[in-house]
T-cell receptor, first 107, second 116 residues
Framework: GIQVEQSPPDLILQEGANSTLRCNFS?????LQWFHQNPWGQLINLFY???GTKQNGRLSATTVATERYSLLYISSSQTTDSGVYFC?????????FGGGTRLMVKP | GAVVSQHPSWVICKSGTSVKIECRSL??????MFWYRQFPKQSLMLMAT?????????EQGVEKDKFLINHASLTLSTLTVTSAHPEDSSFYIC????????????FGPGTRLLVL
């Protein structure tokens, strides 16, 4: 099956800092989504981005499908950004999740 | 829009009992729903794909007789953990596929199961 690797596994930031999270995948996909799992376990949709670039407020994402990676940018981080960020990919509507990046933003 | 609910949010049960978890899409119809489980500090693992009106498709290694899935309508799927054991304790999460030209999945808040 498809392999999904996220880096870094853990990240500690000071409030206001910027960060880049990476997702590498092993095969061609036509479905790629980024999620934020908050401390209560709820997964929140951030981006559906099988290719190209999207921005939503302080967050943006870029997927280079031909090179099999996606990046999630967080600018001016806030304590509420803390949690786990997952990349999930698939060739249809079924998703394979990466291991996640655990982010802690300190005040 | 695209709200998915789960009930119960947490459950504690004795070993050997069965537990039913409901997943509902509140403001859309979901042809396909997915069930995942997540152990502490780990990623989500897909257990099964549930299509309305047909049998669920289970991932390799998931016992279909232990994890019974029923997708009776376009807004409701249920997961029943039969004869639960302590090793079944986990965080169970459902998602629903709202087909609007994308394959975006919307997730429920999850159900924490503790089997004593």
């Amino acid at each position: 099956g498809i392999q999904v690797e996220q880096s870094p596994p853990d990240l500690i930031l000071q409030e206001g800092a910027n960060s880049t999270l990476r997702c590498n995948f092993s095969d061609s996909v036509n479905n790629l989504q980024w999620f934020h799992q908050n401390p209560w376990g709820q997964l929140i949709n951030l981006f559906y981005i099988p290719s190209g670039t999207k921005q939503n407020g302080r967050l943006s994402a870029t997927t280079v499908a031909t090179e099999r990676y996606s990046l999630l940018y967080i600018s001016s981080s806030q304590t509420t950004d803390s949690g786990v960020y997952f990349c999930a990919v698939g060739a249809g509507n079924m998703l394979t999740f990466g291991g996640g990046t655990r982010l802690m933003v300190k005040p | 829009g695209a709200v998915v609910s789960q009930h119960p949010s947490w459950v504690i049960c004795k070993s050997g009992t069965s537990v039913k978890i409901e997943c509902r899409s509140l403001d859309f119809q979901a042809t396909t729903m997915f069930w995942y489980r997540q152990f502490p500090k780990q990623s989500l693992m897909l257990m099964a794909t549930s299509n309305e009106g047909s049998k669920a498709t289970y991932e390799q290694g998931v016992e279909k007789d232990k994890f019974l899935i029923n997708h009776a309508s376009l807004t409701l799927s249920t997961l029943t953990v039969t004869s639960a054991h302590p090793e079944d304790s986990s965080f169970y999460i459902c998602s629903a596929d709202r087909d609007r030209g994308t394959k975006t999945q919307y997730f429920g808040p999850g159900t924490r199961l503790l089997v004593l």
